[in-house]
């Protein structure tokens, strides 16, 4: 089923399909319970830069802030990016190429999409 306000047979719409599961995964894994910026990322703030949550946090901001049907596609290839590359430094490194954990598959699936998007 796809959310209101989303297309899922343009690429921009795809590409925020996509863009579900890291933010699923890292709004888990993120724990704001001590945050006094309540998640949302501060660049200017020493507690954000330093916190072991911080790029995580950064990418939830923004993503927020622009996953948009708007939203510009470049903005949108650029999220799902920078989700891949954390996850596969979080959560991929330890697995094997064959392993079909849904993260493992999620990377793939977007490695193989972001190749295609390459000019």
């Known amino acids: 089923m796809t959310p209101p306000g989303r297309n899922s047979r343009t690429l921009s719409g795809y590409v ?4 579900d599961y890291p933010r699923w ?3 888990r894994d993120v724990d704001f319970s001590n945050c006094s910026y309540h998640g949302t990322f501060t660049a200017s703030a020493e507690q954000c830069t330093s916190c072991q949550f911080g790029e995580a946090c ?12 708007d939203a510009p596609l470049a903005e949108l290839l650029g999220a799902l990016t920078t989700a891949a590359d954390y996850l596969q430094v979080r959560y991929g490194d330890n697995h094997e ?3 079909n954990c849904e993260t493992c598959l999620w990377l793939r699936k977007v490695r193989r999409f972001l190749r295609t998007q390459r000019n």
Do not use: H, K, N, Y
């Open 25 to 27: 995964v890292i709004e």
């Open 58 to 69: 950064r990418w939830l901001s923004l993503g927020q802030l622009s996953a948009t049907p």
């Open 16 to 19: 925020e399909s996509l863009l």
């Open 97 to 99: 190429d064959r392993c």
